[in-house]
């Protein structure tokens, strides 16, 4: 099993719970708009991290992450990036990306709108967790944890900052 903490649109903005909220996780997921290398480094003081950079991103994150990540995590494909849409509406540069390799999960951000949701024609189950800074309009910024055993998704928790 592993524990997973999920966030994305930091837009350079490094809040104490992180550390909190992440203390019990073996890895930490940002789906882009990271914002800095400093909120990077300060995330990898927690556990590792996983990323994809995002529409915002300058150069040295672009050099340090991908705009597309594809892993392994227990047995279950996973497939990451900012800009994805969610299902029905997927982004016109990851849908033919995603119809190819059908993760088990796929992540995006981008939209600062928490969604988890199933593509029951992908069977894919699909998170955006929403938006974890400052910069933006929503009004409740997240994060989410959850557990992967296996192929199985569990214990997803949505987490108000």
């Not at 040295?60 to 299902?87: N, S």
């Not at 189950?125 to 192929?151: D, E, M």
Request: charged share 25%; hydrophobic share 40%.
């Amino acid at each position: 099993m592993k524990r997973i903490g999920l966030l994305s649109d930091t837009h350079a903005h490094w809040d104490e719970r992180f550390a909190r909220y992440f203390a019990e996780c073996d890895e930490i997921w940002h789906a882009g708009d990271i914002g800095s290398v400093a909120l990077v480094e300060r995330l990898q003081e927690i556990c590792p991290v996983r990323a994809v950079y995002g529409n915002v991103d300058g150069g040295e994150l672009r050099r340090m992450f991908p705009e597309v990540l594809t892993w392994q995590c227990e047995d279950a494909r996973i497939m990451m990036t900012h800009i994805g849409g969610y299902p029905g509406k997927y982004a016109p540069r990851i849908r033919p990306r995603l119809m190819q390799e059908r993760p088990d999960l796929f992540i995006s951000g981008h939209s600062h709108i928490l969604k988890v949701l199933y593509d029951d024609k992908l069977r894919c189950l699909h998170i955006n967790p929403g938006a974890a800074g400052l910069q933006g309009w929503q009004t409740v910024r997240t994060l989410v944890r959850f557990c992967v055993t296996g192929k199985d998704f569990h214990d997803l928790e949505v987490i108000e900052l």
